[in-house]
């Protein structure tokens, strides 16, 4: 069963700790998803994996408020993106970790939806130093790796993921209210090779080849395929973290 930290009582939050529960932190971004998609993007998906991840967890799960500010340089052109040092997105993190472990829970896990490579390092990073220094475990399950990232899609291997075919449709399935539909159906598909363009040296999206803060097939996207993400993305973190368990 899901509990809200943030609707919890200490005491309540402290009985499930001792009860050995999950406890669950978000981990996304507030940054440009094209004009068709708000701000928030990664901390709703990242939200949407907690919430069905935790049915199939066989312990209690305690869902902690989302982390929604880090590095992300790549759609620092845009306005509303917010960009942290990554030393100072790096200490965020791991203190909210070592936070959480100190309130007595022993198993972590980061559900991170925000896929900047030098964002996803550093979560990484602040995970490790995290359980050195509390002795908890915290894992941080990462779609991008085989088996699971070949299994959702071309696009997003190819780094169509970022306000393409594959967001679109996982933001169509968790919060259709916050997808301008009509916008996104004018949308042209804009094939770029992202980690293509930013390994030649692109140092933003703009850079890259994106001038909207999106990339892939938006106007492809649909709820059905946002369903059929879902169920891998959370097939993929329940496994990582029963593994950890
Ligand atoms: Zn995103």
């Keep these: 069963m899901l509990h809200d930290a943030s609707t919890s009582s200490w005491p309540k939050v402290k009985a499930l700790a001792q009860a050995g529960a999950v406890a669950l932190l978000p981990v996304g971004s507030t940054e440009a998803h094209g004009p068709h998609l708000p701000l928030g993007v990664d901390v709703v998906i990242a939200l949407e994996v907690c919430r069905r991840v935790a049915p199939l967890l066989p312990r209690d799960a305690v869902l902690f408020p989302p982390v929604t500010y880090s590095l992300t340089d790549f759609a620092a052109p845009f306005s509303g993106t917010v960009s942290l040092p990554a030393d100072t997105a790096r200490a965020q993190i791991q203190g909210v970790l070592e936070g959480i472990a100190r309130g007595g829970f022993t198993h972590l896990a980061v559900v991170n939806h925000h896929l900047e490579p030098a964002h996803f390092r550093l979560v990484h990073e602040a995970a490790k130093a995290a359980a050195a220094a509390t002795k908890a475990r915290v894992v941080v399950p990462d779609h991008r790796r085989a088996p699971t990232g070949p299994k959702l899609g071309p696009e997003f291997m190819h780094g169509g993921s970022h306000a393409g075919q594959y967001e679109t449709s996982l933001m169509l399935a968790a919060a259709p209210g916050l997808v301008d539909q009509a916008a996104m ?60 368990l």
């Design 185 to 244: 159906r004018a949308l042209p598909a804009l094939e770029v090779d992202l980690p293509g363009a930013l390994k030649a040296g692109a140092k933003d999206f703009l850079q890259a080849g994106g001038p909207d803060a999106y990339f892939g097939a938006p106007a492809e996207a649909s709820s059905a395929e946002g369903e059929r993400l879902f169920s891998i993305l959370v097939e993929a973190t329940a496994a990582s973290i029963l593994e950890g």
